[in-house]
């Protein structure tokens, strides 16, 4: 199990890895409650709020969800970033500009960043082209792409002993032709850099892939090279036996998302089988429904009971492991965050009431089934203390994040 570290009164884990994260999805946080629908449905609605962003409002939102993410134990984030350019698909002068502004606010913040870069070129897996704000979102082609993230590199802002690293996406099958996600591995294989990929969070995801293309997303990316041992899926929410295999053999990632997954009815992944088959698991906060390391982290085993109908389908222990070392693994960032830890107060504190005078894993299930972010004190990245007293070091305590984050959220929807 992964080792803990036992203050008085409190206990020490490693830091949480948030390894999927839409920061600007935040704004959407209990809009479309009051309606009807699906994923679908609500993509639209976060299309309108993607029309709005520019470089300023979203170095501010990004600023305060990932002081938020500090103030609940996450200590790394990957951002899957597709949201590239300026209204109608204009490029900013500079054509990273939104990158820049993402990398800045995680500066700000003080957390450890995965930038993933995002390859997104049509509308769906006919090849319709982008309309609307999903022009924000395109390149001139894989190698329009491959320039922009080349640029991106070479740029100096990611540099070696800095707390942010490049990574590469393909958003999904249906927003990414063949030929561009064979330059995505390209790119990923020339840099080792981490490679991620939405992969069947919905059933119409596979339904159309199947109609246009006489095949599964899995069967796609596997067919395109994108599927090893550097790459992440994202979801995998509806596979085949035979693709979770697939998965297991080549060492993946598989990103769960369970927060996500089950405010937009997505359904639940067979993650215990992945598991089992040999991927490794990790957690993301995806649309940011709810900012909850802990809640993310008993999701993935509490929804795997409602589907198995039993208890203790992953263990403490994989459970911890797929919290912080998967995530580490995924963005790359493996054997480089022992500087990463997050304290839980245990004395005084309702959730994990109790916990303290039990062996080790007796205590992380306390910790993992009982806890929250309110029941965290002190927060390091690299070492360093980003989090004291349950306040963020340079925004303040929580309600003054929240205010901000109110603020720049309400100028969004106004």
Known sequence: MVALERREGALVLPGFVNAHSHAFHRALRGVSETRSGDFWTWREL?????????????????????????????TSVGEFHYLHHGPGGVPYDDPNEMSWAILEAAETAGIRLCLLDACYLQASASGDPLEGPQRRFGDDGGDGWSRRVTAALESGRFAPSSLARLGVAVHSVRAVPRPAMESVVAWSAEEEAPLHVHVSEQRRENEECLAALATTPTDLLHSAGVIGPRTTAVHATHLRPT?????????????????????????????????????????????????????????????????????????????????????????????????DTVEVRLAGSPGPAGADGTDDEVLAARVLFGAGPRDVERVTVAGRAVVEGGEHVGLGPPGAVAERLAAVIGRLLS
């Open 46 to 74: 976060m299309y309108e709020v993607a029309d709005r962003l520019d470089p300023d409002s979203y170095r501010e939102l990004a600023t305060c969800v990932y002081a938020e993410m500090l103030l609940a134990g996450y």
């Open 243 to 339: 693709e979770v295999t697939r998965y297991g053999l080549a060492r993946s990632c598989v990103c769960a998302c369970p927060t996500t997954e089950r405010d937009l009815g997505d359904g639940v992944g067979p993650f215990s089988d992945l598991a089992e088959a040999g991927a490794v698991l990790c957690i993301g906060s995806d649309s940011h429904a709810v900012i909850d390391p802990f809640e993310e982290t008993r999701s993935l085993e509490t929804h795997q009971r409602l589907v198995t109908e039993r208890r203790g389908v992953m263990t403490v222990g994989e459970l911890l492991e797929a919290a912080s070392g998967g995530g580490a693994r995924s963005l790359g960032w493996q054997g480089g965050t022992d500087g």
